[in-house]
């Protein structure tokens, strides 16, 4: 079904990539949210006060919040799909982050009022009426919640887009929400004892772990979290698909929203290669992985000595020093400067940002383990902290 209504509503479905057509998306999740958690609302408001229902009342206020959200997804979509201008060269993708962020707020303020109106009723309960209409009611809300998420999740999935895994996120929720209501709307009349309050803070509780989750999941993309494993073995392997390319180092990657992904990367190359070819290689390299996989790369070239034995053997034994320490430290750009009382040995160290040990303490570390091996040799050493997920994927 989700197929038929991408085909009959959003125009080039299938090209993802496309602003106009994450927009269509967009507007399909929304209308047909808009449309759905209307009814429901309105379903629920109804009953619920013919039954004097105060979970089920909760129930129509979410919904109708439901409504809300998915009205701002409408409006995040279009403000996303803007392109770049003057003030936002990077575009205004990030703009659907902060839309989250608004349903999740939206969603936690939903939750607390249900909370305190529930609480209100268990201290001072209220008799309500058990209803085949209200029932079904909530079993009809249940099936169109659990298709809602099937459909959401998949758009979310297809546009990989936090604004409608976010929304289906919510529909779930909402099933387990309805859920309880059933239950205790079933039970209550059977055992004499009026659950309704208690399954109103249930709802509630319910709500707001999907609102602080969302949230969390919004403001983590907005403060500027690390890449995945996968998206770095992704550049890694892409990059090192070319012979001439000898290993790759201090990667960044910088999140400006779906489809908005900018990278900087340092590339070694053979020093003896001429340096015209090597640029063209590396030209070439962000071109192709810009229209492959729509990544924004940068790299620098980094040429490296291989046919010096001497150089050779000082690396290795460099390398051996530093992974004697911590075998989650990696090292890159070596390099030996000669002099006629010693010689300077320089490169930088990669340490993931968890790393417990100092600067200072590391450096002073190396070089006296360095210098007990041979007096003549001084590191000069610089320190980089790992913007990625693994040092081991990409030093």
Same mark, same amino acid.
């Given at each position: 079904?989700?197929?038929?209504?991408?085909?009959?509503?959003?125009?080039?479905?299938?090209?993802?990539?496309?602003?106009?057509?994450?927009?269509?998306?967009?507007?399909?999740?929304?209308?047909?949210? %808009?449309?759905?958690?209307?009814?429901?609302?309105?379903?629920?408001? /109804?009953?619920?006060?013919?039954?004097?229902?105060?979970?089920?009342?909760?129930?129509?206020? @979410?919904?109708?919040?439901?409504?809300?959200?998915?009205?701002?997804?409408?409006?995040?979509?279009?403000?996303?799909?803007? !392109?770049?201008?003057?003030?936002? !060269?990077?575009?205004?993708? *990030?703009? #659907?982050?902060?839309?989250?962020?608004?349903?999740?707020?939206?969603?936690?303020?939903?939750?607390?009022?249900?909370?305190?109106?529930?609480?209100? *009723?268990?201290?001072?309960?209220?008799?309500?009426?058990?209803?085949?209409?209200?029932?079904?009611?909530?079993?009809?809300?249940?099936?169109?919640?659990?298709?809602?998420?099937?459909?959401?999740?998949?758009?979310?999935?297809?546009?990989?887009?936090?604004?409608?895994?976010?929304?289906?996120?919510?529909?779930?929720?909402?099933?387990?929400?309805?859920?309880?209501?059933? %239950?205790?709307?079933?039970?209550?009349?059977?055992?004499?004892?009026?659950?309704?309050?208690?399954?109103?803070?249930?709802?509630?509780?319910?709500?707001?772990?999907?609102?602080?989750?969302?949230?969390?999941? /919004?403001? @983590?993309?907005?403060?500027?979290?690390? !890449?995945?494993?996968?998206?770095?073995?992704?550049?890694?392997?892409?990059?090192?698909?070319?012979?001439?390319?000898?290993? /790759?180092?201090?990667?960044?990657?910088?999140?400006?929203? !779906?489809? *908005?992904?900018?990278?900087?990367?340092?590339?070694?190359?053979?020093?003896? %290669?001429?340096?015209? #070819?090597?640029?063209?290689?590396?030209?070439?390299?962000?071109?192709?992985?810009?229209?492959?996989? =729509?990544?924004?790369?940068?790299?620098?070239?980094?040429?490296?000595?291989?046919?010096?034995?001497?150089?050779?053997?000082?690396?290795?034994?460099? #390398?051996?020093?530093?992974?004697?320490?911590?075998?989650?430290?990696?090292?890159?750009?070596?390099?030996?400067?000669? =002099?006629?009382?010693?010689?300077?040995?320089?490169?930088?160290? /990669?340490?993931?940002?968890?790393?417990?040990?100092?600067?200072?303490?590391?450096?002073? #570390?190396?070089?006296?383990?360095?210098?007990?091996?041979?007096?003549?040799?001084?590191?000069?050493?610089?320190?980089?902290?790992?913007?990625?997920?693994?040092?081991?994927?990409?030093?």
């Amino acid at each position: 079904m989700e197929e038929l209504l991408l085909k009959r509503f959003v125009k080039d479905y299938k090209d993802v990539q496309v602003p106009k057509v994450r927009e269509g998306y967009g507007k399909l999740s929304s209308t047909i949210g %808009v449309i759905l958690n209307l009814l429901l609302a309105a379903l629920k408001f /109804t009953v619920g006060t013919f039954t004097r229902s105060i979970a089920i009342t909760g129930d129509a206020v @979410n919904n109708l919040s439901d409504a809300g959200s998915s009205l701002i997804t409408v409006v995040s979509f279009k403000l996303a799909g803007k !392109p770049a201008d003057e003030e936002h !060269p990077f575009g205004h993708a *990030r703009i #659907e982050y902060i839309a989250s962020s608004l349903v999740a707020v939206l969603i936690l303020v939903i939750a607390i009022e249900l909370m305190m109106t529930s609480i209100s *009723r268990i201290i001072a309960p209220v008799s309500t009426e058990f209803s085949i209409v209200s029932v079904s009611v909530l079993v009809f809300s249940i099936v169109v919640k659990l298709w809602l998420f099937a459909f959401n999740k998949k758009l979310g999935r297809m546009i990989n887009s936090s604004m409608l895994r976010a929304t289906a996120a919510d529909s779930l929720t909402d099933v387990m929400a309805t859920s309880v209501i059933l %239950v205790s709307t079933i039970i209550s009349p059977l055992i004499g004892l009026q659950l309704d309050g208690y399954m109103g803070v249930g709802v509630s509780i319910f709500i707001m772990i999907t609102g602080f989750s969302i949230l969390r999941e /919004t403001l @983590n993309r907005i403060l500027g979290q690390r !890449p995945s494993d996968e998206l770095v073995a992704k550049i890694d392997s892409y990059i090192k698909q070319h012979e001439a390319i000898l290993d /790759t180092h201090d990667l960044v990657v910088h999140d400006y929203g !779906p489809n *908005r992904c900018f990278a900087s990367v340092h590339a070694e190359v053979n020093a003896s %290669v001429d340096i015209l #070819e090597s640029h063209d290689l590396i030209d070439n390299i962000e071109r192709n992985i810009a229209l492959d996989l =729509g990544i924004h790369l940068v790299i620098h070239i980094d040429p490296i000595i291989k046919d010096d034995p001497y150089v050779n053997k000082l690396r290795d034994l460099t #390398e051996g020093v530093v992974s004697s320490i911590d075998s989650s430290l990696s090292m890159h750009d070596f390099r030996v400067v000669k =002099g006629k009382t010693h010689s300077n040995l320089v490169f930088d160290v /990669t340490v993931p940002a968890s790393y417990e040990k100092k600067d200072k303490e590391l450096i002073k #570390e190396i070089s006296s383990r360095i210098a007990a091996i041979d007096q003549t040799f001084y590191a000069v050493i610089t320190i980089d902290r790992a913007y990625t997920s693994s040092t081991n994927i990409l030093k």
